[in-house]
DNA sequence: CTACGGATGCAAAAGCTTCTCATTATTATC
DNA sequence: GATAATAATGAGAAGCTTTTGCATCCGTAG
């Protein structure tokens, strides 16, 4: 049985070939940051026929099953990543579009007290850094 | 002459009535916050025939021009903010939409200290927070 | 192997935002 | 003040991403 049903499985999730291509292309692409769209092509380069709903559909199951976390950078649409356990932010590249990962326990302390302090009840949190990165900034 | 057609003079906009309405409602509003459609039908109420497809344009004006702020919170559209000079982030409430704003130093330090480590030279950043509000937990 | 219920694909619809273009208003100039 | 040049506006169409309706198809339990 392989990983990627049981995933799936463990996510309540029933093992059709649209769930298992989409995890896997999630899994297997160099970019770990993916649009809808993004799934979508690479579906059909693969020869896979996929729909563009069910892309959809599918991404946002595995979001609520917590298989992927879904971001809003900035640009209107959504981006898709795999949940590989660990909590990251991430900084992203304005001329690019290259996305970077990074961790702050400091940052991550300071926003749970700012929460308390305002008398909330923290659910979840999103931090983007926007800038040039070392790569762009050497072309410039 | 009024402050607000000396805002415009100086952002380099002709001062026309959508311009000054539009203005007028950013500075009136209790909520600070407002999307796109919340000032076209604010207007609306008021009597002001503007079509919204001048509220996007003048909006995103002034955002070119530096007097209002454009955010994107999760759901999709856009909000708008006016500017009034202190920079400062954002925490939600995911029950009734509240909006609260905060100010960190310690988390500002970090976040130059982290795109300066990655390399990058950073241009913005955006931080919310997604929580429930201090109304929306006692009612629970 | 069968049957039930959920999953898929397609096309249509929805929601937000931008664009087109004819009309109108603003500003610099006389 | 009036005028001409130029930019701004309004209305609707168009564009994009995302969602939905529905007939058909597939996965799974029995």
Chains 1, 2 share one sequence.
Do not use: W
Not at 75 to 94: R, T
């Amino acid at each position: 049985m392989s990983t990627e049903s049981n995933h799936l499985r463990k996510a309540g999730l029933k093992v059709t070939l649209p769930r298992m291509k989409i995890l896997e292309m999630l899994e297997s692409s160099e970019t770990r940051h993916l649009s809808a769209e993004d799934v979508y092509k690479s579906l059909l380069e693969s020869g896979e026929e996929i729909g563009l709903a069910t892309v959809y559909r599918v991404l946002t199951q595995f979001e609520t099953a917590g298989l992927v976390a879904r971001h809003h950078f900035e640009g209107g649409h959504s981006m898709f990543e795999l949940n590989e356990g660990d909590h990251h932010d991430h900084i992203l590249c304005v001329k690019c579009g290259r996305v970077d990962e990074f961790m702050d326990e400091t940052i991550e302390k300071r926003q749970r007290q700012i929460a308390q302090d305002a008398g909330y009840e923290i659910t979840d949190h999103s931090l983007y850094i926007y800038g040039i990165c070392p790569d762009c900034r050497s072309k410039a």
